[in-house]
């Protein structure tokens, strides 16, 4: 690696990314944009690759693939985590990873399933790969890589003034998911949701589903999954605490812990999520039939499973999951990817990426 100012890693093992990497290659070359590039093919890749990029002094990383690959691009902005919180050098005093290079901007390169943090990022817009190409375009031909741009909050004008001439910002920093699962047998950094229940069950449908499945849009693979996990829906007994107060308890079998707006191929948990707000939205489907929980499915792209009372939704920073029945536990995924099981823990890191947008 040399240093260049923009490294795009890719998804080689999913094929829609694979079909994306010429255009994003031939894009950036037709813009005189310098750039190195990785194609991961093994777990774990995409993030030990982002991290030694960042270490070799890269400014921005570009993720070609899904949600799971910009997860896992995320994962590796940040010190490596451990199973426990022994005070290593990989967490700072208040316990959150260690960031390779706090200045180092993320760049979002959609070609997934459900490209629910890119659909966030946008106000619930699904753009084409190439809109998100002239922004990556635009941010580096300001010198991104040096990692000097100001950020953009959403509180922020888009337009900035400089020298006379409003020039759009390029760059606003975002909260991280901190995850724990197995009573913190394993940790791990996500950007967009957490699903715990049928939202992980169906996760793993997804990943496993065959190549003439995988042609199918997003929604329509998720919904795929989803019928036979409805068909064995069973409450379990689950106990929630969020700020280290108890909040809930109740038997579910679907709960959400959320950063951005959309999960699950365009399900709209919480519409009032704000990705730098510094809190997590939490929700629990209490105590529902089958037949009554179909019926919000059908609703949720839109919010409007919000308005069931059994439907309860609360913001914290700190998330606490377990079955009240220790053996009777309840499967955990995050930005599409199966990380474990309950007792399980969430906790917000501020501000902790910077994004292009």
Same mark, same amino acid.
């Given at each position: 690696?040399?240093?260049?100012?923009?490294?795009?890693?890719?998804?080689?093992?999913?094929?829609?990314?694979?079909?994306? =990497?010429?255009?994003? %290659?031939?894009?950036?070359?037709?813009?005189?944009?310098?750039?190195?590039?990785?194609?991961?093919?093994?777990?774990?890749?995409?993030?030990?690759?982002?991290?030694? #990029?960042?270490?070799? +002094?890269?400014?921005?990383?570009?993720?070609?693939?899904?949600?799971?690959?910009?997860?896992?691009?995320?994962?590796?902005?940040?010190?490596?985590?451990?199973?426990?919180?022994?005070?290593?050098?990989?967490?700072?005093?208040?316990?959150?990873?260690?960031?390779?290079?706090?200045?180092?901007?993320?760049?979002?390169?959609?070609?997934?399933?459900?490209?629910?943090?890119?659909?966030?990022?946008?106000?619930?817009?699904?753009?084409?790969?190439?809109? =998100?190409?002239?922004?990556?375009?635009?941010?580096?031909?300001?010198?991104?890589?040096?990692?000097?741009?100001?950020?953009?909050?959403?509180?922020?004008?888009?337009?900035?003034?400089? +020298?006379?001439?409003?020039?759009?910002?390029?760059?606003?920093?975002?909260?991280?998911?901190?995850?724990?699962?197995?009573?913190?047998?394993? %940790?791990?950094?996500?950007?967009?949701?957490?699903?715990? +229940?049928?939202?992980?069950?169906?996760?793993?449908?997804?990943?496993?589903?065959? #190549?003439?499945?995988?042609?199918?849009?997003?929604?329509?693979?998720?919904?795929?999954?989803?019928?036979?996990?409805?068909?064995? =829906?069973?409450?379990? %007994?689950?106990?929630?605490?969020?700020?280290?107060?108890? =909040? #809930?308890?109740?038997?579910?079998?679907?709960?959400?812990?959320?950063?951005?707006?959309?999960?699950?191929?365009?399900?709209?948990?919480?519409?009032?999520?704000?990705?730098?707000?510094?809190?997590?939205?939490?929700?629990?489907?209490?105590?529902?039939?089958?037949?009554?929980?179909?019926?919000?499915?059908?609703?949720?792209?839109?919010?409007?499973?919000?308005?069931?009372?059994?439907?309860?939704?609360?913001?914290?920073?700190?998330? %606490?999951?377990?079955?009240?029945?220790?053996?009777?536990?309840? +499967?955990?995924?995050?930005?599409?990817?199966?990380?474990?099981?309950?007792?399980?823990?969430?906790?917000?890191?501020?501000?902790?990426?910077?994004?292009?947008?």
């Amino acid at each position: 690696m040399s240093g260049a100012g923009l490294f795009v890693v890719v998804n080689h093992t999913a094929a829609r990314a694979r079909l994306a =990497w010429p255009r994003v %290659r031939e894009a950036l070359a037709g813009a005189g944009v310098s750039f190195e590039a990785h194609e991961s093919t093994r777990p774990g890749e995409t993030e030990e690759r982002t991290r030694a #990029a960042l270490r070799a +002094g890269f400014g921005t990383i570009a993720a070609v693939g899904g949600d799971g690959t910009l997860s896992a691009a995320a994962s590796g902005f940040f010190e490596p985590l451990g199973a426990s919180d022994d005070g290593g050098l990989s967490l700072d005093d208040d316990g959150i990873p260690r960031a390779v290079n706090p200045s180092a901007v993320l760049a979002v390169l959609p070609a997934g399933t459900g490209d629910d943090f890119a659909r966030g990022l946008t106000g619930g817009r699904r753009d084409t790969l190439e809109a =998100w190409l002239d922004r990556l375009v635009a941010h580096c031909r300001r010198g991104a890589g040096s990692g000097n741009l100001e950020d953009e909050s959403a509180a922020l004008p888009r337009l900035t003034d400089e +020298g006379g001439a409003l020039v759009r910002r390029t760059a606003r920093r975002v909260d991280v998911l901190l995850g724990a699962v197995g009573g913190g047998a394993r %940790r791990f950094v996500c950007l967009n949701a957490a699903t715990l +229940g049928i939202g992980a069950e169906v996760a793993g449908r997804v990943a496993a589903q065959g #190549a003439s499945v995988r042609r199918l849009p997003g929604e329509a693979r998720f919904a795929l999954a989803a019928l036979p996990r409805l068909a064995s =829906w069973r409450n379990r %007994r689950v106990r929630l605490s969020v700020d280290g107060r108890a =909040w #809930a308890e109740c038997g579910t079998n679907l709960l959400a812990v959320v950063n951005g707006t959309y999960a699950g191929g365009g399900m709209n948990f919480s519409p009032g999520a704000s990705l730098d707000d510094g809190l997590l939205d939490v929700l629990v489907v209490c105590d529902i039939s089958r037949p009554a929980l179909l019926r919000e499915l059908t609703r949720v792209h839109r919010g409007g499973h919000l308005k069931n009372p059994r439907v309860k939704l609360t913001r914290a920073t700190h998330v %606490r999951v377990e079955t009240v029945d220790a053996a009777d536990t309840l +499967g955990v995924e995050a930005d599409g990817d199966v990380r474990g099981n309950t007792p399980a823990e969430f906790r917000v890191m501020p501000s902790a990426l910077r994004v292009v947008v």
